[in-house]
């Protein structure tokens, strides 16, 4: 471009002067163009006096940043929820904002999907179109949630400014469940955990406070004696819609053909009638993977198999083997890619499978160990086939997980109750006077509670006196074999009527 030309593109422009070297003309232009793209104004006067007033806004708002961040720090002093929400109010006061931005409510959902995760990983289901954030100037965004498991609904609250959550089970939308178990309220009270000490504790105390209420376990009933109808009776429905039907869909056949061909498996009626008609019958199938790992060390492995028939010789070491056993299991369940039996069977028969110190649980085995493993892998074998042919991977974890929630696992690890039940027998101990065992004499029962959630870690000794409790006289409290309190299980007590209405004929 010529300088004539340059000069007649500058004329209706504020250069400095348009007889200005070409250099410095194209400069200016250039100059002109990039405020221009930025949104500033053109005129040198007017830029100084644009430049001046973003410097004063761009000051006023790195206060505010700081006197936000400076309030928003006296959270980590202070406990109280009230509190917590006024700071809140006041930074949102302070920054002129009329609520949350669509990024900040959609950092509030994930932040809420965080927190309950103990209770997503307890075969609780998170509904997207049944959550809903709402907002009030001076009380702060809230989100409203509800968690479904096998019809039961378990309604959330979580409270953003008071960095609270909450759960309860007398709130929740009508129509959420289905009868009869939209009647099902999991929860007597109003559970609050505070989330003041941040996602990962408050984590950790929504799986104690929920666990020790059997809601990461599946459900036990019992029915109340306003009922008009038993526990059983509600226990077959939920059979029927969530194992039988789900199986018929998958398999191809009808309930009916389905029941004729499960009876026809030997294996399948006795689990059946041993475990789902007696020491579960009052147990719901609800999906839990946890009591599912469970169900499988249980059912293939300690039972039906030949490992009772070599029993270990010390019933700690036993233990030891029952928590490597469900520690090797739990990993390859998946109610949606369905359970890897494969990968199960490889784990529990590998010779070189060891415990956390190294010793080889085929050697502990020892001669005993080919049969042990032959029987164990047709257990495997069967619920696999049972699995692929007939149930599908969540009517099949289902099961299982009701044979992972019986009398006969009360005091296994890996339940969802297992901290409650080693915080009654702990505190029970120190209560009348019985020692603790080897170090934590000195370091005390939370120490003691912090190492129980791993206990195949742990030495004999606190292993020996967490089973059985040998420095106990008669009549005191006990360890886990006979602290029947601290072990049994808890039975929800419903009041069930819906039934009859539901088998009456829909034509009647």
């Known amino acids: 471009m010529t300088l004539v030309q340059l000069r007649k593109l500058a004329y209706d422009r504020p250069v400095r002067s348009v007889y200005a070297r070409k250099a410095d003309l194209i400069a200016d232009l250039r100059e002109l163009d990039r405020r221009r793209a930025a949104g500033e104004p053109e005129d040198p006067v007017a830029h100084a006096s644009w430049r001046l007033r973003k410097h004063v806004e761009e000051t006023d708002r790195r206060k505010r940043e700081e006197d936000s961040r400076r309030i928003l720090d006296l959270l980590g002093n202070w406990s109280e929820p009230e509190y917590r929400r006024g700071v809140h109010a006041a930074v949102d006061a302070l920054n002129g904002a009329s609520g949350p931005s669509d990024e900040e409510w959609q950092r509030y959902f994930e932040e809420l999907e965080t927190l309950v995760r103990p209770l997503l990983e307890g075969g609780w289901e998170l509904w997207d179109h049944l959550q809903e954030g709402y907002h009030e100037p001076g009380h702060g965004p809230v989100i409203m949630a509800h968690l479904l498991r096998s019809g039961t609904v378990l309604c959330v609250t979580y409270d953003v400014w008071a960095h609270q959550i909450q759960f309860s089970s007398n709130e929740f939308s009508e129509g959420v469940g289905e009868p009869p178990f939209e009647f099902v309220e999991v929860l007597d009270d109003i559970v609050t955990v505070d989330i003041g000490q941040g996602a990962e504790e408050a984590q950790r105390e929504v799986a104690e406070r929920l666990g020790a209420l059997g809601l990461l376990d599946p459900l036990r009933v019992k029915a109340s004696e306003d009922s008009t109808v038993s526990a059983s009776d509600l226990v077959s429905v939920a059979y029927q819609r969530w194992i039988l039907e789900p199986a018929a869909s998958y398999s191809g056949l009808s309930v009916e053909e ?3 061909r499960l009876d026809a498996e030997k ?8 475990v789902c008609c007696f020491v579960g019958r009052d ?41 490597a056993v469900t520690k090797a299991i739990l990993p390859h369940l998946d109610e949606i890619e369905g359970t890897d039996w494969e990968a199960i069977e490889a784990c529990l028969t590998d010779p070189e499978w060891a415990l956390p110190d190294g010793r080889k649980i085929s050697e502990l085995f020892g ?33 299982l997980s009701v044979g992972g929630a019986t009398g006969y696992t009360r005091h296994w690890w890996g ?56 420095g106990a006289d008669v009549g005191q409290t006990a360890g886990l074999r006979h602290h029947t309190d601290a072990t049994r299980a808890l039975p929800k007590e419903l009041t069930i009527h819906m039934l009859a209405e539901m088998e009456q004929d829909p034509g009647e």
């Open 267 to 274: 294996g399948m009626s006795t689990y059946d009638q041993f």
């Open 283 to 323: 147990v719901l199938p609800d999906c839990v993977p946890s009591a599912a790992a469970l169900g499988i060390a249980s059912w293939c492995w300690r039972n039906d198999t030949a490992v009772e028939d070599w029993h270990l010789p010390d019933d700690v070491l036993m233990a030891r083997v029952n928590i």
């Open 415 to 470: 339940q969802g109750r297992w901290g409650a039940i080693c915080e009654r027998i702990v505190w029970d101990a120190v209560r009348e006077g019985i020692p603790l065992p080897g170090d934590y004499r000195e370091a005390g029962g939370r120490a003691l509670l912090r190492d129980l959630a791993d206990p195949d870690r742990l030495d004999d000794e606190t292993l020996r006196w967490l089973i059985d409790m040998p």
């Open 367 to 399: 001669e005993g160990w080919t049969e042990v493993r032959r029987t164990v892998s047709e257990q495997l074998r069967f619920w696999k086939r049972m699995d692929e042919d007939l149930l599908g991977p969540e009517p099949t974890l289902r099961l």
């Open 258 to 260: 389905l029941g004729a």
